[in-house]
Nanobody
């Protein structure tokens, strides 16, 4: 069973930075190891639906960002450590949310696995 464990959340002032990490472990239920899964970050603010933040392919050749974080956030991955990162700069109060790490199946592109989330709070 795959486990995704996020860390690095916290409280920061407007304009500050945080770096989130997500460590993946365990065996998938598919024919692919977790290192072949694309990985992503989502977030959910109070009273709002969960929204996509960023994703990265297993090779790290392709990344994607929501318009709201483009130019401020950077997603990366270290396949030797089965860990992905989200460097968040120039944080704004509207970035306050619980941030979730997720793994996407390499064939059907479903987000099969999710972490428990880490809280990010940006004070004004």
């Amino acid at each position: 069973q795959v486990q995704l464990v996020e860390s690095g959340g916290g409280l920061v002032h407007t304009g500050g930075s945080l770096r989130l990490s997500c460590a993946a472990s365990g065996r998938t239920s598919s024919n692919y190891g977790i290192e072949r899964y694309a990985m992503g970050w989502f977030r959910q603010a109070p009273g709002k639906e969960r929204e996509f933040v960023a994703s990265i392919t297993w090779s790290a050749h392709l990344t994607d960002y929501s318009d709201s974080v483009k130019g401020r956030f950077t997603i990366s991955r270290d396949n030797n450590k089965n860990t992905i990162y989200l460097q968040m700069n120039s944080l704004k109060p509207e970035d306050t949310a619980v941030y979730y790490c997720a793994a996407r199946h390499p064939i059907n592109h479903q987000w099969d696995y999710w972490g428990q989330g880490t809280q990010v709070t940006v004070s004004s």
